[in-house]
T-cell receptor, first 114, second 111 residues
Framework: EPEVTQTPSHQVTQMGQEVILRCVPI?????FYWYRQILGQKVEFLVS????????KSEIFDDQFSVERPDGSNFTLKIRSTKLEDSAMYFC????????????FGSGTRLTVV | GDSVTQMEGPVTLSEEAFLTINCTYT??????LFWYVQYPGEGLQLLLK?????DKGSNKGFEATYRKETTSFHLEKGSVQVSDSAVYFC??????????FGTGTRLTVIP
């Protein structure tokens, strides 16, 4: 069964450093997403991406965050200057269509900012 | 705005017990409703979904019925197993093309 692949599975970084989280969505999917889950809290939407541009973003997704699809297969989330409160599990997802049908999530990247 | 309210956990059950995890929603119209499951160390997986009122989603022995009268989508399983231990999330579409998740309910099944 096709799957969304995320790397690395765990990343530790120092506060103020830049991090790039990587995702390979399912090849025929058109919509791409990042969500995050701070430990013990709900899964929160960050951003959606379609047709090489951001289609929607939440209040969490401020200027410190950016997304890119650099080569037609990878989908990346960059955090420019990490803060302690950025520590969370970050999930990438892709879907064939909108409105939640056919979402497939990756297994996540646990980001720890120290 | 649209949202889901999910039963707080954690829930601890003995093997073969009956499970209910409550979820109610607030929405304009009748959105699709979803249950996602997160097994330890893994990502979110779609467990089941219902796309319209009175639909029943089912998978792996779990069921949930979309009830518009009570705006509910409660998750049920007649006989849980240790392998069902996980966090369960109720969700509905939000915004243009994202999902709103509930807070999640951790289920632990003991032998």
């Amino acid at each position: 069964e096709p799957e969304v692949t995320q790397t690395p599975s765990h990343q530790v970084t120092q506060m103020g450093q830049e991090v790039i989280l990587r995702c390979v969505p399912i090849s025929n999917h058109l919509y791409f997403y990042w969500y995050r889950q701070i430990l013990g809290q709900k899964v929160e939407f960050l951003v959606s991406f379609y047709n090489n541009e951001i289609s929607e973003k939440s209040e969490i997704f401020d200027d410190q965050f950016s997304v890119e699809r650099p080569d037609g297969s990878n989908f990346t989330l960059k955090i420019r200057s990490t803060k302690l409160e950025d520590s969370a599990m970050y999930f990438c997802a892709s879907s064939e269509d909108r409105k939640g049908y056919g979402y497939t999530f990756g297994s996540g990247t646990r980001l720890t900012v120290v | 705005g649209d949202s889901v309210t999910q039963m707080e956990g954690p829930v601890t059950l003995s093997e073969e017990a009956f499970l209910t995890i409550n979820c109610t929603y607030t929405a304009t119209g009748y959105p699709s409703l979803f249950w996602y499951v997160q097994y330890p160390g893994e990502g979110l997986q779609l467990l089941l979904k219902a796309t319209k009122a009175d639909d029943k989603g089912s998978n792996k022995g779990f069921e949930a019925t979309y009830r518009k009268e009570t705006t509910s989508f409660h998750l049920e399983k007649g006989s849980v197993q240790v392998s069902d231990s996980a966090v369960y999330f109720c969700a509905l579409p939000g915004g243009a093309n994202n999902l709103f998740f509930g807070t999640g309910t951790r289920l632990t099944v003991i032998p």
